[in-house]
Every structure is written in structure tokens, then in C-alpha cells.
């Protein structure tokens, strides 16, 4: 019962609105709408091209991991499947909920994938760039900390051992031969043959794929970062670009998990915390953080679009 309750939908839509209450509670909603309003549309217009760029280079990640010698046509069928995997995480209360259902479309135009290969393909791709993002987290951290920014010392912890998870992931994929520990396996015992396709992006020949993902998370991660620098300037609020490499990695990863719908609320309130510190008006903070969302809700709808393309 206590299980089913944490995961309700309803209790995180509950608790999202409640997140969004005690971050607006004190500054004036109509003000924060009324300079939305004001944003030239020649820039909503560039930072959805913008983040329609970040969206391929997510796809072109997740393909490079799957299809040896990628065409154009698999590009834009992972980046199309990437995109609805982002419109369906609208509906869910964490921005990864998506990937449970994102790889569905491609089973259609890739009969020689079976479904379990694609769906830990989804896995792998997701830790990958989980992975970057908390090798990011906590280099921000340790950027922030010998800059006498302040952090609880729970993040600074909880950080580092992200960082030696990530280390002893990719220890243990480029050390373990998964090829002889599971090809003795599936001799002895049936369901290990759906087993080696689950850790099929593991063997041996397929390692080289995952370290040119991770190489490629780690150099765009400050692509999918940069758009917060954009709003700050967009709204006069001055938020330094230093200043969004040392918090918004961590807001990010803590926005993956699901304490809230869309990252709603959850996002607000991370923004108030470490940004208000900086002497940065709620208000101005607020206007930020929520126009970033409405952003992403933009990129994530055109994951609906899409859904009429074939």
C-alpha cells in the first residue's frame, strides 16, 4: 500500500503543486507573467532551434550506440523516437519516465532489433548520460566549493559518491569480458541468452561505442547547460556564466529524480535555493527558472508533432 502511495501519480502531481506554491508564494506571479510577455519572439523562436539541436545530438548519442555505420535516415528515426520519449515524460513526474516508451517507434523500422536489445539500449544510453551529468555535478561542486560558494555538505558527499559510481561503472565495463562470463553461462542455462542481449552493448566490440558517447556527453554538456546563461541575459537578471556551470549541473541531476511532474516546483525551488544565496532577486530567479520550463515543455511538444511524421 505504502509502495503504490509513493508511486501514485496523483501524490506527485500533489506534491509538484505544492513545491510550485512555496516558490511563488512571495513574489507577484502577474509581474513574472507580465515580463514573459515581453520576450522578443525572434528569441523563443532561437532557443527552440537551440534546443531542437541539443534534442539531435541526444539521437545521434543513442544511435552511435546501436548502428555501426549510422546513416542520416537512423539519425533522424532516434532522434524522432528521442523526441517522443521527451513528449511522453510531460505526462510523467521525472524527465526519464519517457524512456520506458521511447524506443517502441523504432521496432518498426529496425525488425532486426529485437525489443530487449533496444530497450537496454535506452538503459546504457541513459546511464551514459547520467553518468557525464554527475562527473559535471561534481566538478561544479568542487569549482564552486574552492570558490567559497556555499553547499551543504549532504550534496558535496552524495556528489562525490555519484562520481566514484560512475568511475566504477566504466572500471567494470572495460575490465569484466562480458563475452566468456555469459557465453559460459548460455551454454549451461536458457535464460542467460536473453541475459547476453541485455549486456549485448557491453561485449567486447562494442566498447568503443560507449566511450565515443561518453566523449560526446561530456563535450555537449555544456551545450544543454549554456540556455540558462541565455535567459539570465535575456532578462537582465546577471546571472554570471561561471555561476551557471557551478549550480545547474546539480539542479539538473537532482532534477532527474521524481519529486515532481515536469520538473515543476522541484526546478523553482532548487533555483531559489542556490541562486537567491548569490543575492539574485526571487522574483528575477523565479522568471528564469520557469521560462526554462516553459521551454522545454515547447521541445517536448514537438515531440507530439512528430508523432503524426513517419
Known amino acids: 500500500m505504502l509502495k503504490k502511495l509513493l508511486n501514485s501519480k496523483w501524490l506527485r502531481i500533489l506534491f509538484s503543486l505544492v513545491l ?25 523562436v532561437a532557443m527552440v532551434v537551440y534546443l531542437v539541436v541539443a534534442m539531435i545530438i541526444g539521437g545521434i548519442r543513442w544511435t552511435m550506440l546501436l548502428i555501426e555505420k549510422p546513416k542520416m535516415a537512423d539519425f533522424w528515426n532516434f532522434t524522432r523516437a528521442s523526441y517522443l520519449g521527451a513528449f511522453y515524460s510531460l505526462f510523467f513526474p521525472t524527465m526519464v519516465a519517457g524512456d520506458v516508451l521511447k524506443w ?19 538503459l546504457i544510453d541513459r ?14 561542486l568542487a569549482l564552486g566549493k574552492q570558490l567559497n560558494y556555499q553547499f551543504p555538505d549532504y550534496l ?33 542455462f536458457g535464460i542467460v541468452n536473453k541475459l547476453l542481449e541485455v549486456v ?4 567486447n566490440e562494442n566498447k568503443k561505442r560507449i566511450f565515443y558517447c561518453f566523449l560526446l556527453s561530456i563535450v555537449v554538456e555544456p551545450i544543454w547547460i549554456l540556455p540558462v546563461w541565455f535567459y539570465s541575459l535575456i532578462f537582465g537578471v546577471g546571472i554570471s556564466l561561471l555561476q551557471v556551470y557551478i549550480f545547474v549541473p546539480v539542479i539538473n541531476l537532482i532534477l532527474v529524480l521524481p519529486i515532481s511532474v515536469a520538473g515543476f516546483g522541484a526546478r523553482e525551488n ?12 526571487d522574483e528575477k530567479v523565479l522568471l528564469i527558472s520557469t521560462f526554462a520550463g516553459l521551454m522545454n515543455v515547447v521541445n517536448s511538444l514537438i515531440g507530439g508533432l512528430l508523432m503524426l511524421l513517419k
Open 20 to 44: 510550485i506554491y512555496f516558490a511563488f508564494r512571495k513574489v507577484k506571479i502577474v509581474n513574472i507573467l507580465a515580463e514573459m510577455a515581453l520576450v522578443p519572439k525572434w528569441f523563443v
Open 104 to 122: 517502441i517507434p523504432l521496432l518498426e523500422k529496425y525488425p532486426e532489433l529485437s525489443k530487449t536489445r533496444l530497450a537496454s539500449s535506452v
Open 127 to 140: 546511464v551514459i548520460g547520467l553518468s557525464a551529468f554527475a562527473l559535471m555535478g561534481w566538478l561544479s
Open 156 to 188: 558535496w558527499w552524495l556528489f562525490s559518491l555519484l562520481a566514484l559510481g560512475v568511475v566504477v561503472f566504466y572500471v567494470m565495463v572495460y575490465t569484466i569480458d562480458f563475452d566468456k562470463i555469459f557465453g559460459k553461462l548460455a551454454k549451461k
Open 200 to 203: 549485448y552493448l557491453l561485449k
Open 270 to 281: 532548487m533555483f531559489l535555493f542556490f541562486f537567491s544565496q548569490l543575492g539574485f532577486v
